[in-house]
């Protein structure tokens, strides 16, 4: 999967799972997965709320990724 070789990359080359890159890529993922969640199920509340929470935190996380560098 492209995740887990994503994830031995960045393990490989930080040995802290908490780094932004990480933490951008995890909630992009749920993102993705929440997304295509909603396109069969329109009127599942709950997860438009995580969506909307997902994606505010990859926002958040990627302003701050951007001030690291």
């Known amino acids: 999967m492209v995740k887990n070789l994503f994830i031995s990359v960045i393990s490989q080359k930080e040995a802290n799972r908490g780094s932004v890159e990480f933490q951008v890529f995890s909630f992009t993922n749920k993102i ?33 990724f951007g001030k690291e560098k």
């Open 32 to 64: 993705r997965r929440l997304t295509s969640h909603l396109e069969l199920h329109r009127k599942d509340y709950l997860s438009q709320r995580g969506l909307r929470e997902n994606s505010g935190k990859t926002s958040t996380l990627a302003v701050l």
